[in-house]
């Protein structure tokens, strides 16, 4: 199986920083690597799927980027609603999900 | 209006039979991919298995051996089956469409005598 590593797993900032979240993969996953965000007692959101395309309805605040093992997750300028878990997700083969990066206010 | 909704028992007896429902509505099983994904509390999202449009199904390997998953298309329903419950399969259970762009709201599931 593939093993995501997400870095880091806190993350402490404030509204207007410039924010980014790692995963890297244990091997290559072609770029089929999806971002989501999830609040407290809420299902997870999808961002960003297949490494740099934005779902419908996300702000163009988040971006991705990533080849081969590793990806990145990045919020141009955090904002009060950003504050949440972040998880990456990828869905080359036997789809795994990093352990997940909390992001909380500094 | 893309929906899906878990449905299922709150609580589940050690070693007995885990079953639930995702009831979905807005497209068509015979058209998009369902996966399963838990949450136990407090902790990360494990995927553990899709089925696919075709009616075919792929599973995490950790979980191969308990896990079923199944669907009756004329429905809209999608089913999951996992047998020999432990007290870690407490979570909260979510089925998700296709890329796991649409999720249901989840359903909690403990396991406890």
């Known amino acids: 199986d593939i093993q995501m590593t997400q870095s880091p797993s806190l993350l402490s900032a404030s509204v207007g920083d410039r924010v980014t979240i790692n995963c890297k993969a244990s091997?290559?996953?072609?770029?089929?690597l999806n971002w989501y965000q999830q609040k407290l007692g809420e299902a997870p959101k999808l961002l960003i799927y297949?490494?740099?395309n934005l779902q419908t309805g996300i702000p163009s605040r988040f971006s991705g980027s990533g080849s081969g093992t590793d990806y990145t997750l990045t919020i141009s300028s955090l904002q009060p609603e950003d504050f949440g878990t972040y998880f990456c997700?990828?869905?080359?083969?036997?789809?795994?999900f990093g352990a997940g990066t909390k992001l909380e206010l500094k | 209006q893309v929906q899906l909704k878990e449905s299922g028992p709150g609580l589940v007896q050690p070693s007995q039979t885990l079953s639930l429902t995702c009831t979905v509505a807005g497209f068509s099983l015979t058209s998009y991919n369902v996966h399963w994904v838990r949450q136990p509390p407090g902790k990360g999202l494990e995927w553990m298995g899709v089925i696919w449009n075709t009616g075919g199904t792929r599973y995490n390997s950790a979980l191969k051996s308990r896990l079923s998953i199944s669907k009756d298309t004329s429905k809209s329903q999608v089913f999951l089956k996992m047998n020999s419950l432990q007290t870690e399969d407490t979570a909260t259970y979510y089925c998700?469409?296709?890329?796991?762009?649409?999720w249901g709201q989840g359903v909690m599931v403990t396991v406890s005598s």
């Open positions: 091997q290559n996953i072609n770029k089929y």
């Open positions: 997700f990828q869905h080359n083969s036997w789809p795994t």
């Open positions: 998700a469409r296709d890329r796991l762009g649409d």
């Open positions: 297949n490494t740099n």
